[in-house]
């Protein structure tokens, strides 16, 4: 009887306690998440290409006669101006070929005046017959072989004067010389493969890059098409060089081959920049991006939004009652940090930024609205975790 007693008051004691530690767990607030709207502008679609850069003129400096090498006259990497003295090959040589050229012109010459003596004196003499007929023509002969050496010699003399003037090599252009494949002492001798060095104008740079056959028949259909967005496209090429940067300065197209290369089958294209830094030069690598499509009236979203799982685009729709649904979406090519749209969303759709794990069809968000323009830099705003 009295553990019944006790056990009824402890009862409601244990109830109070129970009672008063029991708390209401609160309601979880809704996960805040950037939200854009589907951007809706023409845009210039570029391509891009792999090019080599050429100066404006790069002429190689080949000797024109053999001999060693006596000396440079030029700071290696520095720019050069038109007629400078750049090397000079040892004229002993053909300095003794200009005397013996010399020694020549003064032998006939002299063989002449004799030649030109004797015919003075015969043609006289054979007018009152004095002396016969053959003795005039042999002394004719005599005075135009005399002439014809003194023409010979002359030719030989400039010809050895020539090569003495091939001694010293000056610069046919203006603009940087590289490093000299010779030094001072060195033997030279004309040949294609005996380059001493070379200068290239560095004002404009050429940057070749070539394009694929079907992507140029494309290309060329679009420009011809009339009332083509395309035309002009060349008069605007831009670069980007080995470290991401932009070049600053806008190019334009300047050749076109004549040929499809049959053994790549592509076609060599060349565009022309300015480069008035100097900061490019012959031989970098670099990318080359063309306007090759336009497209209007395109529907943009970041590239971040879209969550790709096995081939297959999709983005988080903002629907009703800020409720989220994820939607398959077909991609088309890039522009800058963007995608364009070409099927699955519309103009006046709101999209979720991804980078959450915590997204699911049906999850109530509460929506951050964020301005958003494809290829302005300072817009990546994370969402809340």
């Known amino acids: 009887m009295k553990k019944t007693i006790t056990f009824l008051l402890v009862l409601p004691v244990m109830f109070l306690i129970y009672s008063c530690g029991k708390k209401t767990l609160p309601s979880a607030a809704a996960l805040e998440v950037p939200v854009l709207a589907v951007v809706q502008q023409d845009v210039r679609l570029e391509s891009e290409y792999t090019g080599q850069t050429y100066g404006e003129a790069d002429i190689q400096i080949n000797p024109r006669v053999d001999g060693t090498i006596e000396s440079l006259n030029f700071q290696e990497g520095n720019l050069v101006n038109k ?95 590289g490093i000299s494949k010779v030094r ?52 605007s090429i831009t670069l980007k060089l080995s470290d991401g940067t932009t070049y600053p300065h806008i190019g334009q197209l300047s050749i076109v081959d004549r040929e499809i290369d049959p053994t790549t089958g592509a076609m060599t294209f060349e565009a022309s920049f300015p480069n008035p830094e100097k900061l490019l030069r012959p031989g970098q690598y670099v990318k080359v991006l063309v306007v090759t499509d336009v497209r209007n009236k395109a529907l943009l979203i970041p590239q971040r939004a879209v969550i790709e799982m096995q081939g297959i685009s999709q983005v988080y729709i903002l629907g009703d009652s800020s409720k989220v649904q994820m939607k398959i979406i077909t991609t088309g090519p890039t522009f800058k940090d963007a995608y364009v749209v070409e099927d699955g969303l519309t103009a006046g759709d709101k999209i979720a930024l991804g980078g959450t794990q915590l997204l699911r069809n049906g999850t109530v968000i509460t929506p951050k609205q964020t301005d958003w323009q494809p290829g302005i830099p300072g817009q990546k705003t994370a969402p809340t975790k």
Not at 140 to 165: C, F, M, Q, V
Not at 188 to 207: A, C, E
Request: aromatic share 6%; proline share 3%.
């Open 83 to 177: 007629g400078q003295l750049l090397y000079t090959i040892d004229p002993l040589p053909f300095q003794n070929k200009v005397d013996v050229a010399k020694g020549s012109l003064a032998q006939a010459q002299a063989n002449m005046a004799k030649a030109k003596s004797d015919l003075d004196m015969i043609e006289p003499l054979s007018k009152i017959n004095a002396v016969s007929q053959r003795e005039l023509v042999a002394a004719r002969s005599t005075y135009d072989a005399a002439k014809a050496s003194i023409e010979a010699a002359e030719a030989s003399l400039n010809n050895a004067k020539i090569e003495l003037g091939y001694c010293r090599i000056t610069a046919p252009i203006s603009g940087l010389i």
């Open 184 to 235: 001072v002492g060195d033997y030279t001798k004309p040949g294609l493969m005996s380059i001493l060095n070379t200068i290239s104008d560095l004002s404009k740079i050429r940057v070749r890059f070539t394009i694929s056959e079907q992507e140029y028949l494309r290309i060329f259909r679009a420009i011809t098409t009339e009332n083509s967005s395309l035309k002009g496209a060349g008069k």
